[in-house]
Every structure is written in C-alpha cells, then in structure tokens.
C-alpha cells in the first residue's frame, strides 16, 4: 500500500507527475475518440476550461510554471508497449477487439496537440484547438491536473505528521461511507471520479478500498490505467460532448433536432449491449425522449446526469412503458453528484422497477469536506468543454439551467428547436 502522506510531502519527485499516462483518463473518452475517429476525424474544435466555483481564484492558488510543467509533460506520453497490449487484446464489455487496428496504430503515435494558457480575473483561461479526435483527450488530463495543483497547493505548508493525520481522517471518512454502502442488498456501483479527483494515488486507493470492501457490488473503474494495473473492468460509454459537437456542425433547425439522434445512429453501429445507453439530458429528457426514434426503446438503457435524479428515472421508465418495454429488463445509471445518502434513497426506490446502477464520483475521489481550516479542500465544479466545432460555438441545456452553456442567442435558439420549458435550477456543486 502505498504511503499517500510520504508522497504528497515529497511531491516534486518525479515518480509523480500528475499525469502519468495517456490511458490515466475515462473509458469513454477513448471509445468517443475512436466513434469520432471513423466518423468525424477532420472536425475541428475548441476545448476551454470552465471553473464554475468562480469564488476559487485558481490562477491566485496555483504557480504558473507548476502547471505548464505539468501540460508539457502529457505532451510527451505515448502508449507504452503494455498499455497498447491492453488495448488491443484485453475484452471490454465482452468484446474482444473493442480497439480497431486503424484506430491503435494512430493512437500509438499520437502526441497531444499545443495549449494555449494565460490569466484573467484571477482565473486560468486554458484551450486546446485542433483535430477533434486528438483536442478531445485534454479533457481528463487538463482538469485532472489543475484539480490535483489546488490540493497541493493547499497541503504545501503541512507537515509530515500533519498530512498523516489528514489522510487517515479521509481514508476513515471514506471507509465509513463504503460500510453504509456494503448494507445495500442488490447494488452495483462504479468509480467515475478520474476527471474532479483529488489526486491520481487517492484515486487508486479509492479503487482498491473499494473493491476489498464492497467486493461484488463494486463493478469497476472508469479510469483505464487503473483498471488494468488493479485488473478490474473499465466502465464507461458516452458523453454530452458528441451531440454538443454534432449539433454545432447542424445547418439549418431541422439538423439540429436531429443531431442528438444521428451521434446515437453512428454509435449503434459499433456498439451493442451495456454499451447502447442513451444519456439523454444534452438538450434536456423530456424532449429527447418524446421525440426519440422507436429504435432507441430497444437499448439497454438510459444514464441520468442533471436534473433531479428520480425525475429523470420515473421519466424513462414512463416512455419505455409507453414504447412497450419492460422497465424491470433496463439498466438506469445514476452518475450525477452522488454521496452515500442519495445513493441509498434511489437504490430504494428503484430496486426491482429497473436494473439499477451508480457511477459514483467526485464524492468518492475528492471528498476532503471539513478536513483542513478554512474548509479549503473541498471539491468545486470544474469541467472542460468543447465550445466550438468548425468554428460555430456549441451549446449545452442539460435537465438543470444552472449547467447550461453557450452563447445566450443560442441558448434561446436550442430551447425553441428542442421543446425545452420550465427548468428547476439546481445548485452545481461539483
């Protein structure tokens, strides 16, 4: 087991870059990448950081030369010979081959593309432009890093003893969560948290706490590196920035309702099984679903991602109902801010109605709420977005205005052209 506290105390050696492989990112990035590869490979985007916890003035925390050093070291990973084997021959959701060759061979060379850093207002402006299929793998790493450089920032006047101490109340905290967790009769839950983490070691020791504690009930991770090096089950298949892209690419308004769908067209063909799960939510639920061709009935099911969680559930099993599926046949994945408590709640009142799932995140990988003064550890709401593709800006709804992203003229164009009404805003935690 590795000694956390040591390692942060002593965390310039270069045994700990923050990022330390090209495959220390999500599943579902690498099966995007390679959808995007056969289908949109010359598309051309912008990806920009966006801090939503605009109180945390990260260019104030973090040392400009600390994170530079830090992007300029995923330039120079490339696939190891073990990584690309992996890939290559390992099964995934029981495919052999999920990998093409075309695709290895390209990702085995492939150098990520020149960022672009400066400050403003106390904040980090950084993008990433090019080629969508190679500006799309800075998503996981950029955030990761500056996640992990506001921790060590944070812990860099701590002693050693001091930062034993920390990281034992966090594994105790963590711990205590996953014995409320292993009363659960029936669950099934993931590690999603690589992207808002605290650190990649506390990511892995999240992993391994889990899978001796919860043993069956945990399913996997979706971080790559660590499931082949702990050899579990990578988890992971699609996010909002598909049909973000791909509705940004869309001529006229007719396009553009149908640019949801087409991303979901493309994917049926590669794709069968655990991996057809339909994430809903870009334009908003209600609407999608309506409007859903009746081919979608047939996917296994469906991952809830904004909005109020059993909302989005009673709303899918409704239209499934209402296609003539059987709800009790279909998978539902809870993924978006999820702690102990809710997990327990929806676990209950789903049980038996749908097959149901949790993608557990940041609350699993980040959560050092009330562990230092001043509550300065705690996670906050940082992604990275495409926010353009061939030079049009991209937009995203989401089922809680409060995510809601893009120009506000085109905001008001994709309600109109998708049916969106009345939203309940939520608070956007992480």
């Excluded at 955030?143 to 966090?170: C, D, K, N, P, T």
């Excluded at 009769?185 to 899978?211: K, N, P, Y």
């Excluded at 994917?267 to 979608?296: K, Q, V």
């Excluded at 992604?383 to 937009?395: E, L, M």
């Amino acid at each position: 087991m590795v000694d956390i506290a040591t390692r942060v105390y002593n965390h310039k050696w270069k045994i700990d870059p923050i990022v330390r492989s090209l495959i220390d990112t999500d599943f579902y990035k690498l099966l995007m990448c390679q959808s995007i590869f056969r289908n949109r490979p010359d598309t051309n985007v912008e990806f920009s950081l966006i801090n939503r916890s605009t109180k945390i003035r990260l260019a104030e925390l973090i040392d400009e030369g600390e994170l530079r050093e830090q992007l300029d070291h995923v330039r120079t990973l490339r696939l190891s010979r073990g990584e690309s084997t992996w890939l290559r021959g390992n099964t995934f959701y029981g495919k052999r081959q999920m990998f093409r060759p075309d695709f290895m061979e390209w990702f085995e060379h492939l150098q990520l593309p020149p960022y672009h850093l400066e400050k403003r207002d106390g904040q980090y402006e950084l993008t990433f432009e090019g080629r969508w299929p190679e500006v799309m793998l800075w998503e996981i790493p950029a955030i990761a890093i500056i996640m992990e450089l506001r921790s060590r920032a944070v812990l860099e006047h701590l002693g050693r003893f001091e930062l034993q101490v920390l990281y034992a109340r966090a594994m105790t905290k963590l711990w205590e969560k996953i014995e409320r967790l292993r009363q659960i009769e029936g669950l099934r839950i993931a590690d999603f948290g690589t992207r808002r983490r605290h650190s990649f070691l506390w990511q892995d020791w999240c992993v391994q706490a889990m899978m001796e504690g919860l043993e069956g009930k945990f399913t996997g991770t979706s971080n790559c590196l660590i499931a082949m090096r702990r050899e579990v089950e990578a988890i992971g298949t699609n996010a909002h920035e598909l049909p973000m892209v791909y509705a940004a690419l869309a001529e006229t308004d007719d396009e553009l309702a149908q640019a949801p769908y087409r991303v979901l067209a493309d994917w049926h063909e590669e794709h069968e099984g655990n991996l057809r799960i339909i994430l809903p939510d870009t334009y908003g639920t209600e609407g999608f679903l309506r409007n859903a061709p009746d081919w979608l009935a047939s996917w296994t099911g469906i991952r809830i991602d904004s909005g109020d969680p059993a909302t989005g559930a009673e709303t899918a099993i409704k239209w499934w109902q209402e296609r003539g599926e059987d709800p009790r046949q279909k998978l539902v994945i809870f993924s978006d801010g999820l702690d102990v408590e809710k997990i327990e709640e929806l676990q209950r009142r789903f049980a038996g109605r749908v097959k149901v799932s949790f993608g557990w995140g940041t609350m699993l990988t980040n959560d050092f709420r009330g562990l230092v003064p001043g509550d300065e550890l705690a996670p906050f709401s940082l992604v990275c977005k495409a926010v353009s593709a061939n030079g049009r800006p991209t937009v995203k709804l989401s089922d809680n205005p409060n995510k809601a992203m893009g120009p506000a003229d085109e905001i008001e164009r994709y309600k109109r052209v998708f049916g969106v009404g009345q939203q309940v805003a939520a608070e956007v935690v992480v």
